[in-house]
């Protein structure tokens, strides 16, 4: 597997809506999905390849002088599990290290609602991240919002 910072917009977008499109379970609102597509093409991005395959990719946005966010993250449902995440994860937090920041954020929906994210949820603490808050009304009251944050320092 290797990773490769992504450049241009139109591959940014093939990446992401194949993959996305790949995510039902957890892209499955195509507004929704799709801005996270186009919102992709102006932020730092980054694709797993394995030989000439993209099979997940990732999107950074910058929070604040100490901060970056990942906007979107997504493997290819076959590819799951299998170290695609991880990897993206451990070149994310060097890649946010040479570049002066100190913390890496994420939001996902908070565990228990939907079982799909309670795997996520459970990536992330994998990974590290530690639970900041929960923020009940910032997508919609049946979607509360967990954001992690991780040292990277």
Known sequence: MEIKKIENKELK???????????????????????????????????????????????????????????????????????VGKKLIFYIFEYAKELGYSLLEVKTVASGHYPEYDETNAFYKAMGFKSLEIIKELWAPHIPCQIYVKNIK
Not at 53 to 75: A, H, M, Q, R, W
């Open 13 to 83: 977008r093939k990446i992401a809506k194949e993959i996305l499109d790949d995510l039902p379970g957890w892209f499955g609102d195509v507004e929704s999905k799709n801005e996270y597509i186009e919102d992709s093409l102006n932020l730092d991005f980054f694709a797993c390849y394995l030989d000439d395959l993209p099979v997940g990719f990732l999107s950074l946005k910058e929070n604040s002088v100490d901060t970056l966010e990942i906007d979107v993250i997504g493997v290819l449902s076959k590819y799951r599990n299998k170290g």
